[in-house]
C-alpha cells in the first residue's frame, strides 16, 4: 500500500475531506449554504469551452488550495463568518475532487491530470 502514491494521495485527500465536514459542523454553518456552494467551484471549468489550455488555467486557478484557506483566514481574522465558510466549503470540494481523481489539469486534454488520467 505504501508503494501506491494515488492510492495514498486518495487517503489523504479523504481524509481532509472529512475533516473540512467537521470542521464546518463544529463551526455550526448553514448546510443549505454548504449544499447551494459545494459543486460551485466546477465553474471554473467554463475556460474549457475556450480551449484546452485557457480551460486548464482557469480551473486550475478555482482548485488551489491557497485560494480557499486565504478566504478562510480573511474571514477568520475580520469576523466574517461567512468567509470562514465559504473557505472551507471551497477546500472540502477541492479534496472531494482530488479524492476522485479530479486533479489539477494539463493543457492538453481535461482528463490528463496530476493525479492521472481520468478515464
Known amino acids: ?12 485527500e479523504t481524509a481532509l475531506l472529512v475533516g ?3 470542521l464546518y459542523w463544529q463551526m455550526h ?3 443549505v449554504l454548504f449544499a447551494v456552494l459545494f459543486l460551485a467551484p466546477d465553474l471554473f471549468m467554463v ?3 475556450a480551449s484546452p489550455k485557457v480551460g486548464a488555467a482557469i480551473y486550475n486557478f478555482g482548485h488551489l488550495v491557497v485560494w480557499p484557506l486565504v478566504v478562510f483566514a480573511v474571514g477568520w481574522s475580520s469576523g466574517k463568518s461567512v468567509w470562514e465558510a465559504v473557505g472551507i466549503i471551497w477546500f472540502a470540494h477541492i479534496a472531494m475532487d482530488r479524492m476522485l481523481g479530479f ?3 494539463y493543457p492538453g486534454a481535461f482528463k490528463d491530470t496530476h493525479l492521472q488520467h481520468v478515464g
Do not use: H
Request: glycine share 12%.
Open 1 to 12: 500500500m505504501l508503494t501506491r502514491p494515488g492510492a495514498l494521495l486518495r487517503i489523504e
Open 20 to 22: 473540512a465536514v467537521v
Open 29 to 31: 454553518f448553514s448546510w
Open 47 to 49: 475556460g474549457f469551452l
Open 103 to 105: 486533479g489539477l489539469k
